[in-house]
């Protein structure tokens, strides 16, 4: 990825940092001279946007592009009215550039804590500077929300991992180095980790294993009575925290799940009973207790959740088993491990690999979806005829036009998607819509719901009209809903919107990744004839049938069920749900 860095200090430090840094993505970075920062910000032909950036960093001090605030650190009068027109002038600068670019970051500001020396006066209303940064950043933050491409970053936690040799005036002097390198290092990671959460290759899950791991000791010795977990002990009362991390994780939507050599039924005793336990078994998307390979139950638990390998973090306090999984696996993230107990908050927090710029609904139920997933696959297994099983699942399509509401969930889908993912293809939320809303172009979101619970919104199909031809240029669908003729489902919607709108063929392209195979796979048993070079085609004078357990609510206009297996498509969605 290409990076600018713009800035009124020399930046040269972070950007050496990001180049070197072994972990994707491959980052090219170039840096302006400082000091030129409103000139690169306005300047829409200079030089250090020829090269197309990829992404934007403007880290720059308060007092160098707000007037008002360097006269509060003289110990001035400031007008504050004056002070805000300043931060809005350069949002409006930062919200210009961000339309060359992907993604554009913007540390917050920071001062010295040398200015910071007034004792009761830093807070003060009328000229504490303190407060007058407070005051500036918060306002910066409300002037770019709404902004999809920019990204604020939080300087001071930077500044407060670095510790008190964050800022050293030596540095300054001798060449305008603004932060020491053990803040450039922590930029560097945040960074890193914003750019994997933007290109959706933030991790997905964690998988734990139990003793010593999720409380102290051996279960299967000395019985959930014996685990060491709260009370009056620092290591306990540690795993209590580590757990309360770890639940917070998965309510921002990241999966937890078991891998651990035990006996099932002492082990989820202990979950069950133990009276400090903060995650119970329905926190977990799933589990693998035995006494089998680490490695093996793990590529097993990896496939029941429809996930790759790497999208996975595994967690493990032996570094045995570490070194096993790490060897066999070499996909899967397997960080070092603190034998202190004390240190597993830390270390979970300090992982930097879940970072994701979206929280949707459908992040947070997550692990409501995945349970009821598995009461789905068990109702599977009790049937053996698979069009009788997805009979008696009752699913509902509800098709919805891309909106402001659906967009943030499905960027993220877009983006996160491998396996069922027509074209591959990466555009942040503004892009997206920007695209979306050109003439001849239609989106469409799907969502999905049976009599187990709601998946939410797990589908993006969208249309390209060109003269008699129509093309699917994005089909894309999530893991947890494959495979149950929502697939059909949405080639029916395509191809009924393009017969609405008179053309004679609709075709697809296929762009093959890696990981998009099952994709492929799907596209070859559809009906559509298969042209020449991952084409296929329909012939948009016959209707693509829809199967008939499918309820398809189009916009909420109302619902259309399959009762006949004859019964036409055309009959099903009508082309005014569709135009």
Not at 120 to 138: E, F, H, K, Y
Not at 208 to 223: Q, S
Not at 539 to 553: E, F, K, N, Q, V
């Amino acid at each position: 990825m290409r990076g600018l860095l713009i800035s009124d200090f020399n930046i040269q430090n972070l950007s050496s940092y990001l180049k070197k840094d072994p972990n994707t993505p491959v980052i090219d970075s170039v840096t302006t001279c400082y000091g030129e920062v409103f000139q690169a910000l306005l300047d829409d032909t200079a030089p250090c946007w020829s090269a197309r950036p990829d992404f934007v960093v403007v880290w720059t001090r308060p007092e160098a592009v707000l007037e008002e605030f360097r006269k509060l650190l003289d110990c001035c009068s400031a007008n504050r009215e004056d002070l805000n027109g300043q931060v809005d002038a350069f949002s409006a600068a930062l919200r210009r550039a961000s339309k060359r670019t992907q993604a554009l970051f913007v540390p917050t500001w920071a001062i010295s804590p040398f200015h910071q020396t007034q004792g009761l006066l830093d807070l003060s209303s009328t000229s504490g500077i303190a407060r007058a940064l407070m005051q500036i950043n918060m306002r910066l933050l409300e002037t770019l929300d709404g902004l999809p491409t920019v990204h604020p970053l939080w300087t001071d936690k930077w500044i407060q991992l670095a510790g008190p040799t964050a800022f050293n005036q030596r540095l300054w002097y001798l060449g305008k180095i603004r932060f020491s390198n053990d803040v450039f290092k922590a930029a560097a990671r945040d960074l890193k980790g914003a750019l994997r959460g933007l290109g959706g290759r933030a991790k997905k899950v964690i998988i734990l294993d139990l003793d010593d791991v999720l409380w102290g000791g051996i279960v299967g010795e000395t019985g959930w009575q014996g685990i060491t977990l709260g009370g009056h002990d620092p290591a306990g009362e540690a795993l209590v925290d580590f757990q309360r991390d770890l639940k917070a994780l998965a309510r921002r939507g990241i999966l937890l799940a078991i891998a651990s050599k035990n006996d099932e039924s002492i082990a989820t005793e202990a979950i069950a009973k133990h009276p400090e336990m903060v995650l119970r078994m329905e926190d977990f998307a799933g589990w693998r207790i035995n006494w089998r390979d680490k490695a093996e139950n793990i590529v097993g638990l990896m496939t029941e959740l429809n996930l790759s390998l790497d999208s996975a973090v595994f967690i493990d306090d032996n570094p045995v088993q570490r070194a096993r999984v790490r060897e066999a696996l070499p996909q899967l993230f397997v960080p070092d491990w603190p034998s202190d107990k004390r240190l597993y908050p830390e270390a979970l927090l300090s992982l930097g690999c879940f970072d994701s710029p979206w929280l949707t609904e459908e992040d947070r139920q997550r692990v409501q979806m995945c349970a009821a997933d598995r009461v789905r696959k068990e109702s599977k297994r009790q049937v053996s005829d698979l069009e009788e099983w997805l009979a008696t699942l009752k699913t509902t399509v509800k098709v919805e036009e891309l909106n402001q509401g659906n967009l943030p969930r499905a960027a993220q889908l877009l983006n996160k998607t491998n396996q069922m993912n027509l074209s591959t293809r990466r555009m942040s939320e503004a892009d997206f819509y920007a695209w979306a809303r050109a003439e001849g172009r239609r989106v469409w979101t799907f969502r999905v719901s049976d009599k187990f619970g709601d998946s939410g919104l797990t589908g993006i199909l969208s249309l390209e009209l060109a003269g008699s031809r129509a093309r699917i240029i994005d089909f894309v669908l999530s893991c947890r809903v494959i495979g149950r003729k929502i697939e059909e489902a949405m080639l029916s919607v395509a191809i009924e919107c393009a017969r609405s709108a008179g053309v004679r063929e609709v075709y697809a392209n296929y762009c093959q990744t890696p990981k998009n195979k099952p994709c492929y796979a799907f596209f070859q048993r559809s009906g559509l004839t298969y042209r020449d070079e991952n084409t296929f085609v329909w012939d948009a004078a016959l209707p693509y049938p829809l199967y008939r357990g499918i309820r398809l609510i189009c916009d909420g206009e109302g619902a259309f069920e399959e009762t006949s297996t004859d019964r036409n498509q055309s009959e099903l969605i009508t082309s005014d749900h569709l135009r």
